[in-house]
């Protein structure tokens, strides 16, 4: 038997997977939102005074680090309804992905900020800052500015992880392509064309990135 | 951390990479013939993993069910040692189409549309599809659906028969599996299921007493798959379908799992030719 | 959970651990190649491992998975679902790992290979005695990284029907009803796998940290 590969039902189905394109960006955009804010947190959290606190944001980091996504994911949607916290899928899909990406952020944003040397803090508390403005202009924007590739890539990757989603039911582009392959049975076709709008989405986060970076982290020209 | 800057050239580049691979796809998967399966001495089965009493693996990891107890008859009929390949819903057909299996024994529902993509065989067993929703919720019509959410497993015959049937706007979630849609009603992230006969037995087990089967969307038979043009193959499946229907082996698989009595099959079905042409 | 699902998880895990294996084994194999590559000075070389990376690392492991599952098969290569998964972990190991040893192989001083090749060393004698020893030391903390986020990834096999860890734990999910046991089950065998590596990754990174101080 001869396999002829045909597109048509990729090319009936684009306009359903462009709408896919778009629950991919919300998940990613949404994950990375929650990450930033657990990210930065953690990091204030992880150098508190009490004991208790600084391992648990330790135990925290370590777990979601070496555990699998999709595990992560599924616990929270299959497991957690027991404990009577239930959520849609694209609530879970984004606190998951957010929860997954906060743990690295927080590595990646500490990294940063002990690069930051002790002498600038005090420099800016002798000159009467307070402390949170110390906090964020000497310690969080410098860090977020040197760490911002690797922010950057880890982010790319968790953009990439949204498709693992598909496996709780939420919206997003592998979902879309898995319906379009189950009713046209093109599997090779579908998840061609899909692998390349995933390089398309992460090509977009990229610029996007880069963009941000040029506009709040480059240093003043002079 | 590894770096991961793609520049626009890199990413054109990446493209031209990807656009090359279905070049070299195009070459055909070749056709198999049983008299090639003796010679190699096993026959690969594609088969479901986690959908009791169909096909399933057992806890000490072993395929069971009544296709695979088929699979194992008709191995035998062969004279050849069984392989199974446990397949997710929605990768069966693909799986047989691209030659990663010889044959598929998985709960393959005999639809007209998926006989444009697959050879199937005479019918073996019978199913239905139903719509399995707690007591509490009155259900009676297709219309009545939109109450409540509904889960299905992607790309299986009830997640067909749900899409069609349900009224517009009505939620439905596909899942990658059996067991992640049951396990899906069973943590009530949906309220209702499209399944099989099989699947309220299920349900029963970790939640007692709450759901029942509230509609019937379809009668089905369930036939063996073979590639489209696979004549010689589907002869001996179709002979071999006929041998146990009269010896009593099939009484003997629906006495072990379906514990109903053989059903009564169609000769024909409309859109579905049971013979390769 | 009786003793027969938790031994089924357990072969679960033989099958992560294998595919893990593979997949670092020959990935290596293939990284080095496409770090070679990378390396290698020659334009065109350079691109065509550049597009390879940017490929891989820019599309989902899941997808990558996908269609090299499917797209063996209609090359005419009829592999048993072990080996298309292995291809497949083998082919995405292959870009990061590639990736992760150029950065490395740039690290290495450029006096180092200017040195060498003032001595007169051949390409081969000048990276595998000169530079390649000084890029692995330097590759080792983010190499174990990948490693923990490959054997991770390995999960992702279950969605194209592969028997292993996390799927061997949707099934006994399904089969006991459990799902809040099982999968806390799961998640803490692979952080047993993953965990040991992590901590000797971070333990590496800060002793190379303190020899280039």
């Known amino acids: 038997m001869n396999y002829v590969l045909d597109f048509t039902p990729v090319l009936d189905g684009l306009p359903d997977l462009l709408a896919g394109c778009l629950g991919t960006l919300l998940l990613a955009l949404g994950g990375m939102a929650i990450a930033i804010v657990i990210g930065i947190s953690g990091v204030v959290l992880r150098d508190s005074r009490h004991k208790p606190i600084r391992w648990a944001v330790k135990g925290f980091v370590e777990l979601i680090r070496n555990t699998p996504f999709l595990v992560q994911i599924y616990f929270i949607y299959f497991a957690l309804p027991l404990a009577g916290l239930r959520l849609d899928p694209t609530p879970t899909a984004i606190l998951a992905l957010g929860i997954n990406g906060g743990a690295y952020a927080i590595e990646i944003i500490r990294g940063g900020a002990q690069s930051i040397s002790r002498g600038q803090v005090e420099a800016g508390l002798a000159l009467g800052l307070h402390k949170g403005l110390v906090f964020r202009l000497i310690v969080l924007k410098p860090a977020l500015r040197a760490v911002f590739p690797s922010l950057t890539s880890q982010f790319i990757l968790l953009t990439l992880t949204t498709s693992v989603a598909s496996a709780i039911s939420a919206y997003e582009l592998t979902s879309v392509a898995q319906r379009i392959e189950s009713e046209s049975f093109r599997s090779f076709e579908v998840f061609g064309v899909i692998t390349l709008l995933y390089l398309g989405i992460s090509w977009l986060m990229m610029s996007f990135f880069s963009t941000i970076s040029t506009r709040y982290f480059s240093y003043p020209v002079k | 951390m590894t770096r991961f800057t793609p520049t626009r050239r890199l990413v054109l580049a990446a493209v031209v990479a990807a656009l090359t691979l279905p070049a070299i796809a195009t070459r055909p998967a070749s056709a198999?013939?049983?008299?090639?399966?003796?010679?190699?001495?096993?026959?690969?089965?594609?088969?479901?993993g986690d959908n009791p009493p169909w096909g399933f693996v057992t806890s000490d990891g072993k395929q069971d069910g009544l296709d695979a107890d088929m699979a194992r008859l008709y191995a035998k009929e062969l004279g050849v040692t069984v392989e199974f390949v446990p397949l997710e819903v929605s990768n069966r057909i693909p799986a047989l189409t691209s030659g990663r299996v010889d044959v598929l024994f998985a709960t393959m529902a005999m639809l007209p549309e998926r006989a444009k993509a697959v050879q199937f065989s005479k019918p073996y067993v019978a199913n239905a599809i139903v719509l399995i929703a707690p007591k509490s919720v009155e259900i009676k019509t297709n219309a009545d659906m939109a109450k409540v959410s509904i889960g299905v497993a992607k790309g299986a015959a009830q997640d067909t028969q749900v899409t069609k049937n349900a009224p517009a706007g009505t939620t439905i979630r596909r899942y990658d599996g059996d067991a992640p849609s049951i396990q899906a009603l069973v943590s009530g992230q949906v309220q209702a299921i499209g399944g099989n006969i099989f699947y309220l037995q299920r349900v029963e087990q970790a939640r007692p007493g709450e759901f029942e089967n509230k509609?019937?969307?379809?009668?089905?038979?369930?036939?063996?798959?073979?590639?489209?043009?696979?004549?010689?193959?589907?002869?001996?499946?179709?002979?071999?379908?006929?041998?146990?229907?009269?010896?009593?082996?099939?009484?003997?698989?629906?006495?072990?799992?379906?514990?109903?009595?053989v059903h009564q099959f169609p000769d024909s079905l409309e859109g579905i030719p049971f013979s390769a042409s | 959970m009786g003793l027969g699902e938790f031994l089924f998880l357990l072969t679960g895990l033989k099958w992560t651990v294998a595919l893990s294996a593979i997949g670092f084994v020959c990935g290596s194999v293939g990284g080095l190649a496409i770090a070679l590559l990378r390396t290698s000075g020659v334009r065109g070389l350079e691109r065509l491992a550049a597009g390879y990376i940017a490929l891989f690392q820019g599309t989902p492991l899941l997808m990558q998975l996908f269609v090299v599952y499917y797209g063996l098969a209609l090359i005419g290569l009829h592999l048993s679902a072990w080996v298309a998964v292995s291809i497949g972990f083998t082919l995405h190991a292959s870009a990061y790992l590639g990736e992760i040893w150029r950065g490395s192989i740039d690290a290495v001083p450029r006096g180092q290979t200017e040195a060498a090749s003032a001595l007169n060393l051949k390409y081969t004698s000048r990276m595998k005695d000169v530079v390649l020893p000084q890029a692995i030391r330097i590759s080792l903390p983010a190499t174990i990284g990948f490693l923990v986020q490959l054997i991770k990834g390995t999960s992702l096999a279950s969605i194209v029907g592969f028997t292993e860890l996390a799927r061997a734990g949707n099934i006994v999910s399904n089969q006991i009803f459990e799902p809040l046991l099982v999968f806390g089950i799961v998640g803490i065998l692979y952080f047993l796998m993953c965990w040991p590596l992590s901590l000797y990754g971070s333990h590496l990174e800060n002793r190379l940290a303190v020899a280039s101080r």
């Open chain 2, 32 to 48: 198999i013939t049983t008299e090639e399966i003796k010679a190699r001495g096993k026959i690969i089965v594609g088969i479901q």
């Open chain 2, 215 to 261: 509609l019937e969307f379809q009668k089905l038979y369930n036939g063996a798959c073979t590639r489209l043009g696979e004549k010689e193959v589907n002869a001996s499946l179709n002979a071999f379908i006929d041998k146990i229907r009269a010896n009593g082996e099939l009484k003997k698989l629906y006495d072990k799992w379906m514990k109903v009595p």
